[in-house]
């Protein structure tokens, strides 16, 4: 079945220090989503990507739509201690339109301020 | 997200006892889904359900059960046959209309046994 691979799993990096993660897929999605999470919330939706070699800007997050269709980045710049959280990518699951998604595994993001 | 209300926040199970976690919506949103995450894992997908009065089973439906009654609301029961409820279960929604629409999530039930 579908798989979706984070990496890193988690980082500690210092404030101000540039962030970047990534999620590959065993299979061709034809939507990326980033999502963070805060400690004992729910996943907030940061950015959508839909189409092939898509750059999108949200603020200091950049996510990329890879060519292969297979992969997608995330970069913060400028880290500062609110980053703090967990992110998650996500596609759809199956090739139908049920809505249903595939999570990976989350990238956990510590800053030192 | 706003729109999605889920709770209690905390909640405590005895053992052999059944609990539901509630999951309310004012999005008008079609479908609803429940996921498990444990201490550092991703999200694990229990039921959904698309419309009104139908719902399907996820990777990991067993000691759970769902209704959808009404288009805005989709209670999660954790039956006394889930041996490991201990978890944090979130609530999400989203639009079937346009395809891949993201999905929206609520804040979230902690549950643990007493």
């Known amino acids: 079945g579908q798989q979706l691979n984070q990496s890193p799993q988690s980082m500690f990096i210092q404030e101000g220090e540039d962030v970047s993660m990534n999620c590959t897929s065993s299979?061709?999605?034809?939507?990326w989503l980033w999502y963070k999470q805060d400690p004992g919330e729910g996943p907030v939706l940061l950015i959508a990507?839909?189409?092939?070699?898509e750059l999108t800007s949200n603020g200091r997050l950049t996510a990329q739509f890879g060519i292969t269709r297979k992969d997608s980045f995330l970069n913060i710049s400028a880290s500062i201690p609110s980053d703090v959280g967990i992110y998650f990518c996500?596609?759809?699951?199956?090739?139908?339109?049920?809505?249903?998604?595939?999570f990976g595994q989350g990238t956990t993001l510590q800053v030192k301020p | 997200d706003g729109g999605i209300t889920q709770s209690p926040k905390y909640l405590f199970r005895k053992e052999g006892q059944n609990v539901t976690l509630s999951c309310e919506q004012n999005l008008n949103h079609d479908a609803m889904y429940w996921y498990r995450q444990d201490p550092g894992q991703g999200l694990r997908l229990i039921y959904y359900?698309?419309?009104?009065?139908?719902?399907q089973k996820g990777d990991i439906a067993e000691g759970y059960s769902v209704s959808r009654e009404k288009k805005e609301s989709f209670p999660l029961t954790v039956t006394s046959a889930q041996k490991n409820p201990t978890a944090f279960y979130l609530c999400?929604?989203?639009?079937?209309?346009?395809?891949?629409?993201?999905?929206?999530f609520g804040d979230g039930t902690r549950l643990s046994i007493l």
């Open positions: 996500a596609g759809p699951n199956g090739s139908s339109n049920t809505g249903k998604l595939i």
């Open positions: 299979s061709i999605f034809n939507t």
């Open positions: 990507l839909y189409k092939a070699g």
């Open positions: 359900s698309q419309i009104v009065n139908d719902f």
């Open positions: 999400a929604t989203n639009n079937l209309g346009h395809s891949n629409q993201p999905q929206h």
